[in-house]
């Protein structure tokens, strides 16, 4: 992974050029193209009929170059053969695909799909990771802390938790220390500030006071993660992220209500930087 911003800037020069060199190569490859209309209708027909054929993807398969974090496939709302697709470019590209929301239907597909590769599902995340076999698992030395209210949270906190993991770092969970009960939060955040955590992400929902409780005695950043997690006036996480939008605790920042991999992404690049730095 690289996390060097002269590097970085770098990449990112190349990529206009490459773009910008592109373009005449499009221009002409377009005006040679000119299809008769018998030609473009047969090509219509066939499209209709191969259903696979519309399918079309493109994953950022250079964004962990780039930016230091992977690319994710959202499962939930894709069909099992644009999951595959994504999933096959990515392997192809990074030796590692992550799928998140996959629906419980879809599993069995993928793994069939992906037997040659190593399939890990994790059930609590409602996620899957699709490895080749000579892939090795990335360590940046960063330390994040994925803490939950509830037990509630924990799918939420267990998808932070597995993206925080696989950009490389070591992760350490402290779940069902809500405010309900605080008294159990003081040992386990006394043992995580002790082994040198760099960054934490606290999953809440109903009230979702937590983050403030954790941002206010903690010396490190915070990422507060609302889940859906309430009913009536304010439930399904509105009420947790106004409350902790609105904190007066320095050093919170919020993601939206449910986003784990959002959140595991943020703690793990503060994490990975800090890391970076401690080598220097």
């Known amino acids: 992974m690289n996390y060097h911003s002269d590097e970085q800037l770098e990449l990112l020069n190349l990529l206009f050029q490459e773009e910008s060199s592109q373009q005449p190569a499009r ?7 000119q299809p008769s209309h018998a030609s473009g209708q047969k090509s219509q027909d066939a499209r209709r009929n191969d259903a696979s054929s519309g399918i079309e993807v ?13 690319e994710v496939i959202f499962g939930e709302t894709k069909e099992v053969a644009q999951i595959i697709a994504m999933a096959q470019e990515l392997l192809k590209e990074s030796g590692r695909a992550i799928v998140s929301r996959v629906r419980p239907e879809a599993i069995a597909p993928l793994q069939v799909a992906f037997q040659e590769y190593t399939v890990c599902v994790h059930e609590s995340a ?15 030395g960063g330390h994040v802390g994925v803490i939950s209210a509830g037990t509630s949270d924990i799918p939420v906190a267990e998808e932070a938790a597995l993206i925080a993991s696989e950009m490389g770092c070591r992760v350490t969970r402290i779940y069902d220390v809500g ?6 939060l003081v040992e386990p955040l006394r043992n995580l500030l002790s082994n040198n955590v760099d960054a934490i992400v606290v999953a809440a929902g109903m009230d979702g006071a937590l983050p403030s409780v954790v941002t206010g005695i903690v010396p490190v950043p915070v990422i507060g993660l609302p889940t859906s997690i309430g009913y009536g006036f304010g439930g399904k996480g509105i009420a947790a992220l106004l409350s902790m939008l609105q904190t ?31 080598e220097h």
């Open 27 to 33: 221009g002409n490859e377009q005006r040679n193209r």
């Open 58 to 70: 493109r994953s950022d398969t250079g964004r962990e170059q780039r930016k230091g974090t992977p």
């Open 126 to 140: 409602r996620s899957m990771v699709i490895y080749k076999p000579d892939f090795v698992q990335p360590l940046s």
């Open 179 to 184: 405010v309900a009960g605080l008294h159990r």
């Open 248 to 278: 007066c605790a320095p050093g919170l920042s919020v993601v939206n209500i449910d986003n784990g991999v959002g959140a595991g992404i943020t703690a793990a690049l503060i994490a990975n930087r800090v890391a970076q730095a401690r």
